[in-house]
């Protein structure tokens, strides 16, 4: 009976978690919507607070890591841009490239650290050609 009422309950587990994925799936997109549609209203505080409840529930999307350094970098909030682009940097190509493009513009035009945004420019050039 025990053995019954395991593989039951194992079943029950393996068919809904298609449906828990999808859910979550859409929870992200709906505060992605959310969280962007605050960025364009200018309302930045908000936007930072939506995209960071995108990373409670999947702290490895790293689009949403470069939006967030983006939000930084125009508050000028420098140190926590830069800790997000570089957590974007781990993402695909297309983030990646745009996180090193980002970093280069902070280094170079905001800190004016031109070793540290050379290092990125040469990442940045690698990382075009492939």
Known sequence: MKIIKFVTLLILIITSFPVFLYSQNKKIKTLEVIAYYY?????????????????????????????????????????LAIEELKEALNGNHNVKKDALYNLIIIYGKYLKNSDIAYFYYDQFNKEKNN
């Open 39 to 79: 960025y364009s209203k200018d309302n930045l505080s908000e936007a930072i607070k939506e995209y960071k409840n995108i990373l409670e529930i999947d702290p490895n999307n790293f689009k949403i890591h470069y939006n967030l350094g983006i939000i930084y970098a125009k508050n000028k909030n420098y140190d």
